[in-house]
């Protein structure tokens, strides 16, 4: 188990970008898949990105081209790059975990992640 803290939201225009980081606690980070989410008011937690544990990455199609899933195993942290960023994307982003004994492996479905963070508040103002 990991404990994951979520920094980095906030207000931004619209065309802006912010860059979301997710601290994870213990020693074993490197041995764990990480995906971002995201959640709207009103609305089901939808999936953002994922990354496994040697840096495959896969995108939800509404994000390709504009966030970038990144992982620094050196510093148990997990990025999230937004760029081009839109109203829609309005939404509490959170930052999961899975223990992942396949090393290209990534994680699409919010039921596979074992661990959340508590989320960040990311608005875009149009």
């Known amino acids: 188990q990991v404990q994951l803290v979520e920094s980095g939201g906030g207000l931004v225009q619209a065309g802006g970008s912010l860059r979301l980081s997710c601290a994870a606690s213990?020693?074993?980070?490197?041995?764990?898949?990480m995906g971002w989410f995201r959640q709207a008011p009103g609305k089901e937690r939808e999936f953002v990105a994922a990354?496994?544990?040697?840096?495959?990455?896969y995108y939800a199609d509404s994000v390709k081209g504009r966030f970038t899933i990144s992982r620094d195993n050196a510093k148990n942290t997990v990025y999230l790059q937004m760029n081009s960023l839109k109203p829609e994307d309005t939404a509490v982003y959170y930052c999961a975990a899975t223990p992942s004994y396949y090393s290209g492996t990534y994680y699409t479905d919010r039921n596979e992640y074992v661990d959340w963070g508590q989320g960040t508040q990311v608005t875009v103002s149009s």
């Open positions: 990354i496994s544990r040697n840096d495959n990455t």
């Open positions: 213990g020693r074993t980070f490197s041995s764990y898949a």
